[in-house]
């Protein structure tokens, strides 16, 4: 039907391969605006599926913005795509694998804390690691104990690549990828490499808030660029000022949770082109998206205007130090050279544990195990908002990741959050990662990541008091 055939041969579920297909015939204009789709019965009857791997599809695409669902009447294609472009899907790295041997250089009592950004750390493989450890200390070469290739372990760059291309449909040789001490190495790492040519930044406002004093410290003008459901309101920008990247969460903004659509996506690389300029994509979240499948990268857009910032802090936990980078071909250079000058490395042998942590599909597992007690915990804290606030609590965002963002509409703007603790309990205010101040004060971020089920509940009960004793209108 429409030319989708489906494999179940292949290494990606049977959801992804819809997705991608669909992607692929809307962005090379095979589907044009306002078509129609099958029913979802009808669809699923024709591939002998089940019905709800077609909606789980056609619900991905509706929050990337490729498809609109018009209640009672369809799905239909969604406008303002441009064709033409490399498909998210479409193999562009092909120039990548034919060139292999390009020479490269080397608390507080019982307070409960809905703290942002830290996984589930009890639930850390620490016997698996400690086994993957000793394996690699074992094995590793005596070269890998020296200070070894600027750039990472091969080993690990090398399932980093296969791990990417699987779960995110990238295209990058191991050449392109570039092991940091996680994530803010590796923007400081941009921000240094880049300052000769750049010297400002657009930032989504609100946003995460070590990138702005990372850019900030390296000498960087900060330009703010605000956001909505979707993301970063691209379309508010003027003009693109010379001398500027571009810093977006696209795949999950931080802290709103939305994912940018395919057609604010296009026009970011389209104003990187004619900019000649870069997108940094901070990929912060990305393996935890809780219904449907991630979302393909900002990278496989134009792989030469974006470079892709990927983590093990959320995936695993911050205390290992691991992150990367995927570069274009021409900047792995000056990077590599910058990073050889400061003398900074990460250390080998847990770069040689994660890779066969990786190989032996450990970290698939762990992530599927972890998305399940994300979205449990997730439902959980969303009922628990809902019992004590009704519709009070706007919840805002896409069901990824490991927060939600809540505007508290009854109490007053100004609202010190932090006087919560007083309370047994902490939270944390949006306007604390806003660049301009004075738009979220009524916002507060609630991390479930690294939270006991069983304190849920009775955060959200002490976060009630706090509100109806200090800062509610209308309880």
Known sequence: MFGIQLD?????????????????KIEKSEFGEGLRLPPTRKLAAEFGIARNVVIDAYEQLIAEGYLIGQSGSGTYVAGGIRAGLPSADEDVG?????????????????????????????????????????????AMPNGSFDYGDIRGEESLRREISAYLHRTRGMRCHPVQIMIVSGSSEGFALIAQTLRERF?????????????QHIFRGAGYRISPVAVDNAGMKLFELPAWEPGHLMLLTPSHQFPGGGILPIQRRQQ????????????????????????????????????????????????????????FLVLPRHLVRPVADLREA??????????????????????????????????????????????HFGDRALIQGDEAGMHLQVEMTMVPAGVDWSKAQAYGVRVYGVEDYCLIKGNYTRHILLGYGNLPEENIEAGIARLREFIVVNACRNC
């Open 8 to 24: 179940p041969a292949l290494d990606m579920s049977i959801t992804a391969q819809l997705c991608r297909q669909i992607r692929q």
């Open 342 to 387: 400061q003398n900074l490395r990460t250390p080998s042998w847990s770069q040689a544990a994660l890779a066969r942590f990786m190989q032996d599909g450990r970290l698939d597992r762990h992530i599927h195990k972890m998305k399940n007690t994300y979205r449990q915990r997730r439902q959980l804290l969303i009922g628990a908002l809902k019992r």
């Open 199 to 211: 010297d400002g930044v657009y930032l989504e406002d609100p946003t995460i808030e070590f990138t």
């Open 94 to 138: 092909h120039e990548v694998e034919r060139r292999t041997d390009e020479p490269v250089p080397p608390s507080p009592g019982d307070l409960i804390d809905f703290e942002i950004g830290t996984p589930d750390l009890r639930q850390f493989p620490r016997q698996l690691w400690a086994k993957y450890l000793k394996e690699a200390a074992e």
């Open 268 to 323: 970011a690389v389209r104003l990187a082109e004619e900019a000649g300029s870069y997108l940094i994509e901070d990929d912060y979240d990305g393996d935890f998206r809780l219904k449907g499948v991630p979302i393909p990268p900002l990278q496989t857009l134009n792989p030469d205007r974006v470079i892709y910032v990927g983590t093990f802090s959320k995936t695993l936990a911050p205390g290992l130090r691991l992150g």
